[in-house]
């Protein structure tokens, strides 16, 4: 398979880590979110995952934002604590890193974690609840 980026959207900081087939996380970074325009949040997420790319083979992108994401998994619809709605979020950022990108909701990407990694690996059935800035 090959390396990933992980990137965590929040209202207060932009988590992002290299995560290799078997869920190791190899390399990873934080920064605050810019909350002053959707083009300052989309150019900080860019940086942060061209500087984790430089000197790595990724096979894709996932970013997990806080809010509605369309079916396609490509726009951000609404989030209740970022400058962001209809941002089309997939497009816009892999025009810049050159890379496949997914957008998913938070809870939705944090469950999928725990049921593919974590301790709900071997459920029959699982629940998150999360709790964030928004």
């Known amino acids: 398979m090959g390396l990933a980026i992980g990137v ?16 190791n996380v190899v ?10 325009s959707a083009d300052d ?3 900080s997420m860019v940086d942060i995952i061209s500087s984790l790319s ?10 997990a934002v806080p809010g509605f994401v369309d079916a396609t998994r490509s726009r951000l619809l609404f989030t ?14 892999e025009s810049r890193v050159h890379l496949p990108v997914v957008i998913e ?4 990407a944090a469950t999928w974690g725990e ?8 459920a029959r059935n699982a629940v998150m ?3 964030g800035t928004g």
């Open 105 to 108: 909701n938070d809870a939705n």
């Open 27 to 36: 390399a990873h970074d934080r920064r605050p979110t810019p909350s002053l």
């Open 129 to 131: 609840l999360t709790v």
């Open 41 to 43: 949040v989309v150019d």
């Open 80 to 93: 209740p604590n970022l400058p962001m709605q209809e941002e089309p979020l997939r497009s816009r950022i």
């Open 8 to 23: 965590d959207l929040g209202g207060t900081k932009i988590a992002a880590g290299v995560v290799d087939e078997t869920g």
């Open 54 to 63: 430089r000197g790595r083979e990724i096979v894709g992108v996932c970013v």
């Open 115 to 122: 049921v593919r990694y974590g301790v709900a690996r071997n």
